[in-house]
């Protein structure tokens, strides 16, 4: 199964989008518009999401939830209280909306918070604000009624290489542990583009995590395995926790870009399959989002038709 990454492109021409705002924006305004603003827009952001829930499942596409549905909420200056919001009463009644939806349809859904989350940074105000964000992605996943365990998680990179893996892991670890249980229950890390958090140094020190397995993040920092041995030494440690079915990352370099972090629109292959014995889901990082997903379907059916 493929999952489409947050927006989708086709939904966004229909004009159903995603509203966020700024602090500068949201500072200049009188207190009492500036939350009114931002209810609107966190309850237009949650209707939205229903939306995108429904095209997934019409697909059977599995959808990663976007981090940015509550505009300033865990802003500290902006000092918001959801509870508070003027639409508070229509925004429980669009998650629940979202929540029946979800549970009804079985549809997986997951999150990625940004990468300055960062749990085993050396900063107290760092790891705090952390901590603070991830609970954040934790709330709103039990509020959509998502499954308190890795079929539907949370991703983050570890993005730290400061002191030996063991002590980077240990700090992870332990502020792991800091974290609410709707947020250990859905943790899961993956190999990262730069740095020194390959799949084979992360299954290496994190034995009780889930890895996602990243084909371009490995392509751009390498560990000596081919992508068939990350992806099997990966896959072993979803199953180590539980026996969940993984959720991978697919992307291709962009091909008119130097940097071969940039994602492609398109894709121009499928991603690798592992078959029954080997069987993951994938999140798509295409930047033509659901686009680029039925480029992979129509893909996929033509090497199953010539395979016959």
């Known amino acids: 199964m493929y999952s489409l990454c947050c927006i989708s492109n086709s939904l966004s021409e229909q004009g159903h989008k995603f509203q ?90 997951s999150c990625h ?45 570890v993005n730290n290489t400061k002191g030996e893996p063991s002590e980077i892991a240990d700090r992870f670890m332990l502020n792991l542990y800091k974290c609410d249980q709707s947020v250990r229950s859905r943790l899961v890390i993956e190999n990262e583009d730069k740095g020194i958090w390959t799949p084979a140094l992360l299954t290496e020190h994190f034995t009780t995590l889930p890895i996602t397995y990243d084909n371009l993040h490995h392509k751009c920092l390498p560990d000596g395995l081919t992508e068939d041995e990350a992806y099997r030494l990966c896959y072993n440690t979803w199953q180590d926790n539980g026996y969940f079915k993984p959720l991978f990352h697919y992307s291709e ?26 069987p993951v889901d994938y999140d798509i990082e295409l930047k033509s989002k659901d686009d680029a997903i039925k480029e992979i379907q129509k893909l996929r059916l033509k090497l199953l038709t010539k395979k016959r």
């Open 113 to 157: 918070p940004d990468q300055f989350n960062v749990l085993a940074s050396e900063g107290k105000h760092n790891v705090a604000k952390t901590i603070k964000e991830l609970n954040h992605h934790g709330w709103f996943m039990d509020m959509l009624g998502a499954p308190r365990d890795y079929r539907a998680p949370i991703n983050i990179h």
């Open 253 to 278: 370099s962009h091909p008119d870009k130097n940097n071969p972090r940039s994602h492609a629109d398109m894709p121009t292959e499928i991603p690798l399959d592992g078959g029954h014995s080997f």
């Open 20 to 109: 966020t705002m700024t602090w500068a924006r949201f500072s200049k305004l009188p207190r009492e518009e500036a939350v009114a603003t931002v209810s609107a827009r966190t309850l237009n952001n949650i209707r939205v999401t229903y939306k995108v829930l429904q095209q997934c499942a019409n697909n059977s596409w599995g959808y990663r939830v976007s981090s940015n549905l509550f505009p300033l909420l865990t802003y500290d200056v902006a000092e918001l209280k959801i509870q508070d919001y003027p639409d508070w009463i229509d925004i429980q009644a669009a998650f629940a909306d979202c929540n029946m939806f979800i549970n009804d349809s079985r549809i997986r859904v």
